[in-house]
């Protein structure tokens, strides 16, 4: 059971703009700990997308940003494109589970 | 380049164990700590445990305690995760990835990058 939470499913047509959400507790992303993101496509490794709430590795097109605010923290994909599809996982660190990192629920990405 | 290769499927019965291995190369492997996480058939991702490849401590999720080991060996930059008494929902795909944290930054949040290609992992009578 995910001490993080995400929505199921966010979708949008090419070129559009989606958001994830992630949202936590004061254990974990409101005590300061960075939030990472990836992105999962069915029988390959997760890919790191995002890390240290805002910043993008090498290679991660501009079209990724995120935020983080008290106990929350947000993926968003501008432009979306065809190659953006699949299962995006939010993770951090929790102190109350003797230094647990932790994911989160997952969120499907659908390009209409 | 960075890159984390794993062994391959594995099918076992349940209360047996299972040892994934997991190969870096690339960079100096007892430099960073090496995690574990799990999908299990289903199933999101799910963190199981750390182990630092140049001290050898470990720290593992509460769930897997007592069931769980992970070991190196560092003169071939080779982890291991052994996990035992295996039961069906067990079953699913197991990646060992590096752990990367900014080093003047406060609380400390590991990252993982990269991540190895995944091990399936079968628990079946």
């Known amino acids: 059971q995910s001490v993080l939470t995400q929505p199921p499913s966010v979708s949008g047509a090419p070129g559009q703009r989606v958001t994830i959400s992630c949202t936590g507790s004061?254990?974990?992303?409101?005590?300061?700990?960075?939030v990472h993101w990836y992105q999962h496509l069915r029988g390959t490794a997760p890919k790191l997308v995002l890390y240290?709430?805002?910043n993008r590795p090498s290679g991660v097109p501009d079209r990724f940003s995120g935020s983080k605010s008290g106990t929350s923290a947000s993926l968003a994909i501008t432009g979306l494109q065809a190659e953006d599809e699949g299962d995006f996982y939010c993770?951090?660190?929790?102190?109350?589970?003797?230094?647990?990192?932790?994911f989160g629920t997952g969120t499907k990405v659908t390009v209409l | 380049q960075v890159q984390l290769v794993q062994s391959g499927a594995e099918v076992k019965k349940p209360g047996a164990s299972v040892k994934v291995s997991c190969q870096a190369s690339?960079?100096?492997?007892?430099?960073?700590?090496i995690h574990w996480v799990r999908q299990a058939t289903g199933q999101g991702l799910e963190w199981m445990g750390w182990?630092?490849?140049?001290?050898?401590?470990?720290n593992y999720a509460q769930k897997f305690q007592g069931r769980v080991t992970m070991t190196r060996t560092t003169p071939t930059d080779t982890a291991y995760m052994e996990l035992g008494s295996l039961r069906s929902d067990d079953t699913g795909v197991y990646y060992c990835?590096?752990?990367?944290?900014?080093?003047?930054?406060?609380?400390?949040?590991?990252?993982?990058?990269?991540w190895g290609q995944g091990t399936l992992v079968i628990v079946s009578s």
């Open positions: 990835a590096r752990g990367l944290y900014e080093t003047t930054h406060q609380p400390r949040s590991d990252w993982f990058d990269p």
């Open positions: 690339g960079y100096t492997f007892i430099n960073f700590d």
């Open positions: 182990m630092n490849p140049k001290s050898g401590n470990t």
């Open positions: 004061s254990s974990n992303i409101g005590a300061g700990y960075d």
């Open positions: 240290g709430n805002n």
């Open positions: 993770q951090s660190y929790d102190y109350r589970l003797s230094g647990s990192y932790v």
